[in-house]
């Protein structure tokens, strides 16, 4: 009995763990990619663009809601020009700013991917929840790709889908 009683105890304390998980995914340290120069240059354009993200997705009723983790793409297309992206800001259904990720305007290099990742665990976002992106770039270039791709796995059944942005000014 005391072998049966000592194997519970030290599986219980192995199996508990206290530190809280990160909510937000950091995958990009912002503080390296700041651009510190003025970005007044007349053949620069700068734009928004509206992202949807999907926190959670209805099953079955309104009522029912699946959780997702979703990976949120800042992508510069072109070959040779650096993009720049003032803000990042994530709302939720309501509106709600719920997270600004970025103060500083960030450079993403040629064919250079920035990701941020909202944990599956995050569900402040819901249904609706969704991205401004705030971007400069030269006149002459592609401005930047937004794409999300949400997803979520339970035994051997797996959904997901992607979403993209739409430039909203």
Known sequence: MKCVLLFIIVLTSFSCDTKPEEVYVASNNWKAMQWNKPLTDSLLVSGSTYLSVYSQIY?????????????????NINKKDTIFIKEAD???????????????????????????????????????????????????????????????????QGLSFTTTGVEIE
């Open 59 to 75: 099953s079955v009723t309104e009522h029912k809601t699946h959780n997702l983790t979703a990976t949120v793409s800042l992508r």
């Open 90 to 156: 994530f709302y939720n259904t309501s509106g709600d700013l719920i997270k600004a990720y970025f103060t500083e305007t960030i450079y993403v290099k040629p064919m250079q991917t920035i990701e941020i990742v909202i944990n599956e665990r995050d569900i402040e976002g819901g249904t609706g929840a969704n991205f401004v992106f705030d971007w400069i770039a030269s006149k002459d270039v592609k401005p930047p790709y937004f794409e999300a791709v949400q997803i979520s796995t339970s035994g051997q």
